[in-house]
């Protein structure tokens, strides 16, 4: 029998130990998420939005990852590199 990615994230998130950290994670992933989108949507793989960058695949991999933590220069090259900009919100906490 196999399980679902999404039962077994639903089991992991039923602890609160765990959702604790899921949740403090959270906007790295988002960050992730936004990098992975425009470059898609520009149609780049991640070598050539390195190359626009001035950077290495590896570097843009990280990024994509949500391992990385980017300055704002780096989201600022993100953004020029695939023909976008950057829009930064603060929202009320839940």
Known sequence: ???KLSDFKAVLLADPDVRAIYDELAPEYEIARAVIKAR???GLTQE??????GTTQPVIARLESGRAKP???????VAKAT??????ELEPAA
Do not use: K
């Open 1 to 3: 029998m196999t399980t």
């Open 40 to 42: 898609i949507a520009a």
């Open 48 to 53: 050539q939005l390195a190359q626009r960058m």
């Open 71 to 77: 300055s704002m220069s780096t989201l600022l090259r």
């Open 83 to 88: 023909g976008t900009r950057p829009r930064f």
